[in-house]
């Protein structure tokens, strides 16, 4: 505890006024931060985000510890992280809007359409081989076009 001393405003006192109003008036006052008060205050707000942001684990005792339970989660959001990003680089070595260009001529907006259109499903894009999903990707440009063509 660090020892404060205040410096308030004056509070005038009349016989029109009641004490209510002049507890009211105190109670009311704002008291302006030091540096250092403004500074702990920063501290502490970017301490309890960062640590709600973790996932922490609380012990027995009540504290928190950083221990192997901590570690062993993270590296499992890591692991599942790089799966994922595996996952999603195989497909768009795949399947992807240089693909559909090289395929069928499609550029930009148009090739994000027909990618659409196309409705692949992550498990087909996954399990078959760049041929199939090649094969099926000129299939469904026939389909696409045939269907331009009724729309006009």
Request: proline share 1%; aromatic share 12%; glycine share 4%.
């Amino acid at each position: 505890l660090t020892p404060r001393s205040y410096e308030i405003n004056e509070v005038r006192i009349t016989r029109f006024g009641s004490y209510q109003r002049f507890l009211k008036e105190v109670a009311s006052m704002e008291i302006k931060k030091s540096e250092t008060e403004k500074l702990q205050e920063k501290l502490e707000n970017y301490i309890r985000k960062n640590i709600t942001r973790m996932k922490l684990t609380n012990t027995p005792s009540g504290g928190i510890t950083f221990g192997k339970d901590w570690f062993a989660k993270q590296q499992e959001l890591i692991e599942e992280k790089q799966i994922e990003d595996k996952r999603w680089n195989l497909i768009l070595r795949k399947f992807s809007a240089k693909t559909v260009n090289e395929l069928t001529g499609l550029e930009g907006i148009e090739a994000i359409r027909f990618m659409e259109y196309c409705n692949f499903t992550e498990g087909f894009l996954l399990l078959s081989s760049d041929y199939e999903i090649r094969k099926r990707i000129v299939d469904k440009y026939e389909e696409y076009q045939e269907q331009k063509h009724l729309k006009q």
